[in-house]
């Protein structure tokens, strides 16, 4: 049973920077295309950045494009979100998900496994 686990979220001001991690266990991560998603609140839950099987990444939300960069390392078997100049609006639930597939996605319907997410806070 393949596993999830975000970790990585907190706190933090305006301008900061995080990484969040996803660790994969139940199954080889080299099987399977990653997504990363957020739901900020009140709103729907999107898919920003996504690294499939292969190691190619593609971004999704413009207003993260720049800021935010996807990476798997599969001898750790975690895929990483580096998130920099963190802003209010970046505030919400960011979850991980996992396809059997090569090709990326932003639409969860296509994610079949998730981890529980990790919530990213920009405060001042």
């Known amino acids: 049973q393949l596993q999830l686990v975000e970790s990585g979220g907190g706190l933090v001001q305006p301008g900061g920077s995080l990484t969040l991690s996803c660790a994969v266990s139940?199954?080889?991560?080299?099987?399977?295309?990653i997504g990363w998603f957020r739901q900020a609140p009140g709103k729907a839950r999107e898919g920003i950045r996504c690294?499939?099987?292969?190691?190619?990444?593609?971004s999704y939300v413009d207003a993260v494009t720049g800021r935010f960069s996807i990476s798997r390392d599969n001898a750790k078997s975690t895929v990483y979100l580096r998130i920099n100049n963190l802003n209010q609006e970046d505030t919400g639930v960011y979850h991980c998900a996992a396809r059997r597939s090569p090709g990326c996605s932003n639409a969860a319907k296509d994610f079949d496994s998730w981890g529980q997410g990790t919530q990213v806070t920009v405060s001042a």
């Open positions: 690294v499939n099987s292969g190691g190619f990444s593609t």
């Open positions: 139940g199954s080889t991560l080299t099987l399977y295309t």
